[in-house]
C-alpha cells in the first residue's frame, strides 16, 4: 500500500461515478495522496445530473464525499485542466472528452486510475501509469425495495406521499393492496432509486435497460423497475414488477394439435390484456420449442423474459430493434420471441422476419383475440397477414382462453349470395371446433372485420349501411336514406330530383356504385316528395332566409339556426330539395349542379330563398 505523499492521482468519470475513490481513501490505499480531479469529469458528471441521470447525481455525491475526506485531512484534492468546449461535446462519443481527461493524467505525471476497459488500454499504450479497477465481486444482499414483496406479489407501487401499494395473489385473482399505514418519503424513495441504480451497475447479472431525463427502468436480476422524477413525472415514483411464476407449457393443458402446430415455424401472436399472463406463457413457449430443438431467440425491451441461458436475449441495438433483427437475419433462428409487438414499426418489423422464413411469436396487449389480429391492419399489407400471423393464443388469467386461426382464400363473404361478389377473405377460426368466426375482406374503401353468426351465418350490417350512405353522398346533395333489405341489394332513398343523376345515362353511374360496393342497389324516391304542383307539404315552422355565399367550387346557404336539423329549401313557395344541415348551420351545394343553377337565377330575378326545419 502506498501512503507517500508524493502519490498523485487523476480519476476519470467512471471511478468516481462507481464511488470507487472515497472508497480506497478510507481503505488507507489513497491516505495522503494529491488527487487531481479534471475539470472535463466534473463537466461530464455534471452534463448527467442536468440531464436527470442516476449516474450524474452518484457522481456528484462522490465528489461531495472526496471534498469531505479532505477537509478530515486525509487527502489533497485540487481541480485542474480544461472545462470542455462545445466541438469536445459534440465529440463525446468520439472519446474527445477521454483525451482530455488523460491529458490531465499525462501533463502530472500521475497515476491514471479509470474503469473503462478501452480508456485504460488506450493510457497504456501512451505509457502512462494506469490503475484499471474491473468492476468488483460483491455479495448480493437484500435490497430495501424486497421488504415490501411477498411470495405472491407481483408489483410494488411507491410514490412520494402515498401509501405503498402491491399487487398480490394468483395470476387469475390479483387484488391492489396497501403493504403498510405510512406514505413513502421523498427521502425514503431516493435512497431505494440510488441503491438500484447502484445495483444494476455493480451486478453482473443486472444491467440499466433505458436512462434518460426523469425516466430510468432497470432489469435487477429477476425484477424490472421503473423509476420517473421530475420533469417526466410530477413526484419520484418506483414501480418494480416481478414474476410469480415460471409455467411449463405442458401446464397450459394444450392440445397436441396446437403443440404440433406451432413446431411448424408458424406466425404466432399471443394476445390478452395486461397482467393477464401473456410473458409467462411466451417464456413457457420458448423453452418448449428450445427443448424440442429448436434454435430460438428474444428480442425484448426490457429483457425480462422467464428463458433459460441457452435462448439469447437481445435488446434493441443502438436504440432500434430493425437493427436487432437484421444481426437476427444472419444468425438465423428458427424462432424468435418478439416482446412486446405494440407500434407500427414493430408490426413492420415482425412481418419483414416471419417473411424471411424466421418462426415468430409476437406479444401484444388485447382485449380479444380478434383484436390483435385487427392491430395488424394497416400495419401489414392485407393480403400477407395470414402469411405473417396464422394463429393467435388469447391469455386470459393465466389461461389459454381462446386459439384462433387464419386462413386466406377467395369466397364470396359470408351474407353475400350474388357469385360476382366473391373477393379474397381471410377466415378466422376457432382451433379447436373450427367454426368460422370472423371474415376480413375489403367493402368499398374499407377493411371490413365481420363477425360471422353461428346461426344465420349473416354478418351485422349496420357498417355496410354507413358506407353505402357514405358513398352515395357523394352524388348527392340531399339526405340519403339506406337500408338493407336482403344479403344482396340495400334500397337507397334520395330526392326525386336528384334520382337521374345518381341512376346515370344508361344506368353507368349506379352500375359503378353497386361494382364498388359490391352489393345490389335499389334507387327510390325519398318520402315527402312533390306533388304534382311541384309543392311539398310543410310543417308550420317560421321560415328563414339563409346568407348565400359562394366558394370556387360550392354555393353555401348560411342558417346557423338549425345546425344539424332536416331542411327544406324553397324558391318562394315552390319546394326544391331537402337536406341536412351541417353542425356548422351551412348547406353545401355544388356549384355545377341543376340545383345551384336554379338557386343562382332565382337570385338574381328577385326571388326569396326560403329555408324551414322539416
Same mark, same amino acid.
Given at each position: 500500500?502506498?501512503n507517500?505523499n508524493d502519490?498523485r492521482v487523476?480519476?476519470?468519470?467512471?471511478?468516481?461515478?462507481?464511488?470507487?475513490i472515497?472508497?480506497?481513501?478510507r481503505s488507507?490505499?489513497?491516505a495522503g495522496?494529491?488527487i487531481?480531479?479534471?475539470?472535463?469529469?466534473?463537466?461530464?458528471?455534471?452534463?448527467q445530473?442536468?440531464?436527470?441521470l442516476e449516474?450524474?447525481?452518484?457522481?456528484l455525491e462522490?465528489?461531495q464525499?472526496i471534498?469531505?475526506?479532505?477537509?478530515?485531512?486525509?487527502v @489533497?484534492?485540487s481541480?485542474?485542466?480544461?472545462?470542455?468546449g462545445?466541438?469536445?461535446v459534440k465529440?463525446?462519443? /468520439?472519446?474527445?472528452?477521454?483525451?482530455?481527461i488523460?491529458?490531465v493524467?499525462?501533463?502530472?505525471?500521475?497515476?491514471?486510475? #479509470?474503469? @473503462?476497459r478501452i480508456?485504460?488500454?488506450?493510457?497504456?499504450a501512451r505509457?502512462?501509469n494506469?490503475?484499471?479497477?474491473?468492476?468488483?465481486?460483491f455479495e +448480493? #444482499?437484500?435490497?430495501?425495495?424486497e421488504d415490501f414483496f411477498?411470495?405472491?406479489t407481483m408489483? +410494488?407501487?411507491l410514490?412520494?406521499?402515498v401509501?405503498?401499494m =402491491?399487487k398480490?395473489?394468483?395470476?387469475g385473482n390479483?387484488? $391492489?393492496?396497501?403493504v403498510?399505514?405510512?406514505?413513502?418519503?421523498?427521502g425514503?424513495l431516493?435512497?431505494?432509486?440510488?441503491?438500484?441504480s447502484?445495483?444494476?451497475?455493480?451486478?453482473?447479472?443486472s444491467?440499466?435497460?433505458?436512462?434518460a431525463?426523469?425516466a430510468?427502468v432497470?432489469?435487477?436480476r429477476?425484477?424490472?423497475i421503473?423509476i420517473?422524477?421530475?420533469? $417526466?413525472?410530477? @413526484?419520484?415514483e418506483?414501480?418494480?414488477?416481478?414474476?410469480v411464476?415460471?409455467?411449463?407449457?405442458?401446464?397450459?393443458?394444450?392440445?397436441?394439435?396446437?403443440?404440433?402446430?406451432?413446431?411448424?415455424q408458424?406466425?404466432?401472436?399471443? =394476445?390478452g390484456p395486461?397482467?393477464a399472463g401473456?410473458s409467462?406463457?411466451?417464456? /413457457?413457449l420458448?423453452?418448449?420449442?428450445?427443448?424440442?430443438?429448436y434454435?430460438?431467440k428474444t428480442?425484448?425491451?426490457?429483457?425480462d423474459?422467464?428463458?433459460?441461458?441457452?435462448i439469447?436475449q437481445?435488446a434493441?441495438?443502438e436504440?432500434d430493434m430493425a437493427?436487432?433483427?437484421?444481426v437476427l437475419?444472419l444468425?438465423?433462428?428458427?424462432?424468435?420471441?418478439?416482446?412486446?409487438?405494440?407500434?407500427?414499426?414493430d408490426?413492420?418489423?415482425f412481418?419483414?422476419?416471419?417473411?424471411a422464413?424466421?418462426g415468430m411469436? /409476437?406479444v401484444?396487449?388485447? %382485449?380479444?383475440a380478434?383484436?390483435?389480429i385487427q392491430?395488424l391492419?394497416?400495419r401489414v399489407?392485407?393480403?400477407?397477414i395470414?402469411?405473417?400471423?396464422d #394463429?393467435v393464443v $388469447?391469455?386470459d388469467?393465466g389461461?389459454v382462453a381462446?386459439?384462433?386461426?387464419?386462413e $386466406?382464400t +377467395?369466397?364470396?363473404?359470408?351474407?353475400?349470395t350474388?357469385?360476382?361478389?366473391?373477393r379474397p377473405?381471410?377466415?378466422?377460426?376457432?382451433f379447436?371446433?373450427?367454426?368460422?368466426?370472423?371474415?376480413?375482406?375489403?367493402f368499398?374503401?374499407?377493411?371490413? +372485420?365481420m363477425?360471422v353468426s353461428?346461426v344465420?351465418?349473416?354478418?351485422?350490417?349496420?357498417?355496410?349501411?354507413?358506407e353505402i350512405?357514405s358513398v352515395?353522398?357523394?352524388y348527392?346533395?340531399?339526405?340519403v336514406e339506406v *337500408?338493407?333489405?336482403?344479403?344482396?341489394k340495400a334500397?337507397v332513398?334520395?330526392?326525386e330530383?336528384e334520382?337521374?343523376?345518381v341512376?346515370?345515362?344508361? /344506368?353507368s353511374?349506379?352500375?359503378?356504385?353497386?361494382?364498388?360496393?359490391g352489393?345490389g342497389?335499389d334507387?327510390r324516391?325519398?318520402?315527402g316528395?312533390? @306533388?304534382k304542383?311541384g309543392?311539398?307539404?310543410?310543417?308550420?315552422?317560421?321560415?328563414?332566409?339563409p346568407?348565400? *355565399?359562394?366558394?370556387?367550387r360550392h354555393l353555401i346557404?348560411?342558417v346557423?339556426e338549425?345546425a344539424t336539423?332536416d331542411?327544406e329549401?324553397?324558391i318562394g313557395?315552390?319546394?326544391?330539395?331537402?337536406?341536412?344541415?351541417?353542425r356548422?348551420?351551412e348547406v353545401?351545394?355544388r356549384? %355545377?349542379?341543376?340545383?345551384a343553377?336554379?338557386?343562382l337565377?332565382?337570385?338574381?330575378a328577385?326571388?326569396?330563398?326560403?329555408?324551414?326545419?322539416?
Amino acid at each position: 500500500m502506498d501512503n507517500s505523499n508524493d502519490l498523485r492521482v487523476v480519476p476519470d468519470t467512471s471511478v468516481v461515478i462507481d464511488g470507487r475513490i472515497s472508497e480506497k481513501i478510507r481503505s488507507g490505499e489513497y491516505a495522503g495522496a494529491k488527487i487531481f480531479v479534471p475539470e472535463a469529469v466534473v463537466a461530464e458528471i455534471e452534463a448527467q445530473a442536468n440531464r436527470g441521470l442516476e449516474i450524474g447525481y452518484k457522481g456528484l455525491e462522490e465528489l461531495q464525499a472526496i471534498q469531505d475526506l479532505a477537509r478530515e485531512g486525509e487527502v @489533497d484534492v485540487s481541480f485542474v485542466g480544461i472545462r470542455p468546449g462545445p466541438d469536445e461535446v459534440k465529440l463525446a462519443k /468520439g472519446g474527445e472528452i477521454d483525451a482530455l481527461i488523460r491529458s490531465v493524467g499525462e501533463e502530472l505525471d500521475a497515476k491514471f486510475v #479509470t474503469g @473503462d476497459r478501452i480508456q485504460a488500454e488506450v493510457a497504456r499504450a501512451r505509457g502512462m501509469n494506469v490503475e484499471y479497477l474491473k468492476p468488483s465481486l460483491f455479495e +448480493v #444482499t437484500p435490497l430495501k425495495i424486497e421488504d415490501f414483496f411477498t411470495d405472491d406479489t407481483m408489483s +410494488v407501487h411507491l410514490k412520494n406521499g402515498v401509501v405503498p401499494m =402491491a399487487k398480490r395473489g394468483s395470476i387469475g385473482n390479483v387484488e $391492489f393492496v396497501p403493504v403498510r399505514e405510512t406514505p413513502c418519503t421523498y427521502g425514503e424513495l431516493h435512497y431505494i432509486s440510488r441503491e438500484l441504480s447502484e445495483r444494476a451497475r455493480s451486478d453482473n447479472e443486472s444491467f440499466i435497460e433505458l436512462s434518460a431525463s426523469g425516466a430510468s427502468v432497470l432489469q435487477i436480476r429477476d425484477m424490472r423497475i421503473a423509476i420517473s422524477s421530475p420533469p $417526466f413525472s410530477d @413526484d419520484i415514483e418506483i414501480t418494480a414488477v416481478r414474476p410469480v411464476a415460471s409455467v411449463r407449457l405442458e401446464e397450459y393443458r394444450l392440445s397436441e394439435q396446437l403443440k404440433e402446430r406451432v413446431l411448424m415455424q408458424r406466425g404466432v401472436l399471443i =394476445a390478452g390484456p395486461p397482467g393477464a399472463g401473456k410473458s409467462t406463457f411466451a417464456a /413457457g413457449l420458448a423453452n418448449y420449442l428450445h427443448e424440442n430443438g429448436y434454435v430460438v431467440k428474444t428480442m425484448e425491451s426490457p429483457r425480462d423474459l422467464q428463458v433459460p441461458t441457452e435462448i439469447t436475449q437481445y435488446a434493441p441495438l443502438e436504440g432500434d430493434m430493425a437493427n436487432t433483427a437484421d444481426v437476427l437475419l444472419l444468425v438465423r433462428p428458427d424462432y424468435t420471441i418478439y416482446d412486446e409487438v405494440r407500434k407500427t414499426h414493430d408490426f413492420e418489423i415482425f412481418g419483414d422476419m416471419r417473411l424471411a422464413g424466421v418462426g415468430m411469436v /409476437g406479444v401484444v396487449h388485447a %382485449n380479444r383475440a380478434v383484436d390483435a389480429i385487427q392491430r395488424l391492419i394497416g400495419r401489414v399489407e392485407l393480403g400477407i397477414i395470414p402469411q405473417v400471423v396464422d #394463429t393467435v393464443v $388469447f391469455i386470459d388469467k393465466g389461461e389459454v382462453a381462446k386459439v384462433q386461426v387464419l386462413e $386466406f382464400t +377467395v369466397k364470396v363473404p359470408s351474407g353475400m349470395t350474388e357469385a360476382d361478389l366473391a373477393r379474397p377473405v381471410i377466415v378466422i377460426s376457432d382451433f379447436e371446433s373450427g367454426v368460422v368466426e370472423y371474415e376480413i375482406y375489403t367493402f368499398g374503401e374499407q377493411v371490413v +372485420v365481420m363477425p360471422v353468426s353461428e346461426v344465420s351465418g349473416k354478418p351485422t350490417w349496420k357498417l355496410a349501411e354507413n358506407e353505402i350512405r357514405s358513398v352515395m353522398e357523394r352524388y348527392v346533395d340531399g339526405r340519403v336514406e339506406v *337500408e338493407i333489405i336482403s344479403d344482396s341489394k340495400a334500397v337507397v332513398k334520395v330526392a326525386e330530383f336528384e334520382i337521374p343523376q345518381v341512376i346515370g345515362k344508361g /344506368g353507368s353511374t349506379i352500375d359503378k356504385i353497386e361494382k364498388q360496393l359490391g352489393i345490389g342497389i335499389d334507387v327510390r324516391e325519398l318520402s315527402g316528395k312533390p @306533388d304534382k304542383k311541384g309543392e311539398r307539404s310543410r310543417s308550420s315552422s317560421s321560415e328563414l332566409r339563409p346568407v348565400v *355565399e359562394q366558394t370556387k367550387r360550392h354555393l353555401i346557404l348560411d342558417v346557423p339556426e338549425l345546425a344539424t336539423r332536416d331542411v327544406e329549401i324553397l324558391i318562394g313557395q315552390d319546394y326544391l330539395f331537402t337536406a341536412t344541415v351541417s353542425r356548422h348551420g351551412e348547406v353545401k351545394i355544388r356549384k %355545377n349542379s341543376h340545383v345551384a343553377a336554379d338557386i343562382l337565377d332565382a337570385i338574381e330575378a328577385g326571388e326569396a330563398i326560403v329555408v324551414k326545419s322539416v
